[in-house]
């Protein structure tokens, strides 16, 4: 195999003006999007100048790789877990919104079907306030827990990390074949800290989307007088 190219360890700038368009293509695998306030991790050193000041050896070769797989298993852990918490948050949300819907369309009609004779069967008079008492009761369940909105939040990290996983393997698998039996180690290394950092900022946006979304519901679901009163 060819002698490493010593374009890998200049600027970007520096290798888009000068690298061939097609080994750019397979050294350089597309990011996957994040938001501008995200931040890179912090590595001791880069990995393209580590990779050339040490030369390619077996050991550190099977190091990544064990990285690699631990990583995977990782990833693979917390779309288990989205997948799971979005179907019981899916469940409690249209079991909930489902049934505010029946009690505020009961409590609607009650007091038109009141005056009507229906025999020996009598409505009470409090059954339309007790029917508005549970409906509004299970809003403000609702918008304490958030079950509708963790549930679209969920699905959205499961997908942002469905597509980061196979990404993450095509890329991978685009660096064997480019490295033609023998693997660029800085390139493997700048892929795995590339996905292990995508990782961490899906985990950490949905994250913070849930204290957001749970301060929210904190405010809508206390009652003003309470806070007033809490505030005198």
Known sequence: MAEQDPQLA????????????GTDAIAQPAALATDASEQPYQVAADPAVLAQAMPFNQEAAQSIVDARDKLMKSIEADIAWYDGAKQKRAFWARLI????????GVSAVLPVITPFNLGTWTIPASATSVMMVVTATMYAYERYYGNADAWM???????RLQRLSEEFELNWLALQVAGAGKPDLAKELTELIRVSSARYNIIQTETEQ????FKAGMKTS???????????
């Open 10 to 21: 200049a600027p970007s700038s520096a290798t888009d003006s000068t690298g061939d368009a």
């Open 97 to 104: 919104r489902g049934s505010m819907i029946g009690f505020g």
């Open 153 to 159: 939040r969920f699905e959205m990290a499961r997908q």
């Open 210 to 213: 849930w204290i957001s979304s």
């Open 222 to 232: 206390v009652p003003k007088a309470a806070e007033e009163g809490k505030a005198g």
